[in-house]
T-cell receptor, first 116, second 113 residues
Framework: DTEVTQTPKHLVMGMTNKKSLKCEQH?????MYWYKQKAKKPPELMFV???????INESVPSRFSPECPNSSLLNLHLHALQPEDSALYLC???????????????FGAGSRLTVL | EDKVVQSPLSLVVHEGDTVTLNCSYE??????LLWYKQEKKAPTFLFML????IEKKSGRLSSILDKKELFSILNITATQTGDSAVYLC?????????????FGKGTKLSVIP
């Protein structure tokens, strides 16, 4: 299994809603990532988990809350978002730092989020 | 500040043409350069380059890295409409910050029949 699976594929939410994006991989990767991608822009790193611990938080607003319940799952909890948060949210995974294959990220298909 | 610059930003070619996409970078503690292809959704991995002068090849696609001049090129020969996509170049550092990939803005390739 060489896939990163993201759900939902599309999400529309109001500014007062609470929702979550989910990501799952079964490749034994111990590093997992959240990226945000706006239209016609490259992906921007939000968070990195390494061995289920938050390793990098790129100064992301607290209305985005990541969670890594186990080595296969990564969630992104959303609360009180703004319309400008509308974007494609990409999950990725890789081998952990120092291991062979750590350089190559495998991306999921993304969750397209629209905030009204 | 780390920089990855891709050129051209967009390109329209006819089927059968050969294209060369460029990626130049300025990063401290360079470790590797990666090329991804992004169609509608997920970027898909094409190549990882760590050593200068060694060409990576996969079918009609090939790529090479020049660590002295700090650039890489991605060549696509005999282009097909299925090659239409955004091609992203990304650079990975070593040491602290090694989880971060710095992406270029991408080159949008359109192949017309």
């Amino acid at each position: 299994d060489t896939e990163v699976t993201q759900t939902p594929k599309h999400l529309v939410m109001g500014m007062t809603n609470k929702k979550s994006l989910k990501c799952e991989q079964h490749m034994g990767h111990r590093a997992m990532y959240w990226y945000k991608q706006k239209a016609k822009k490259p992906p921007e790193l939000m968070f990195v988990y390494s061995y289920e611990k938050l390793s990098i938080n790129e100064s992301v607003p607290s209305r985005f809350s990541p969670e890594c319940p186990n080595s296969s799952l990564l969630n992104l909890h959303l609360h009180a978002l703004q319309p400008e948060d509308s974007a494609l949210y990409l999950c990725a995974s890789s081998q952990a730092q120092g291991l062979s294959g750590a350089n190559v990220l495998t991306f999921g298909a993304g969750s397209r989020l629209t905030v009204l | 500040e780390d920089k990855v610059v891709q050129s051209p930003l967009s390109l329209v070619v006819h089927e059968g043409d050969t294209v060369t996409l460029n990626c130049s970078y300025e990063v401290t503690n360079f470790r590797s350069l990666l090329w991804y292809k992004q169609e509608k959704k997920a970027p898909t991995f094409l190549f990882m380059l760590t050593s200068s002068g060694i060409e990576k090849k996969s079918g009609r696609l090939s790529s090479i890295l020049d660590k002295k001049e700090l650039f890489s090129i991605l060549n696509i020969t005999a282009t097909q409409t299925g090659d239409s996509a955004v091609y992203l170049c990304a650079v990975r550092k070593s040491g602290a910050g090694s989880y971060q990939l710095t992406f270029g803005k991408g080159t949008k390739l359109s192949v017309i029949p």
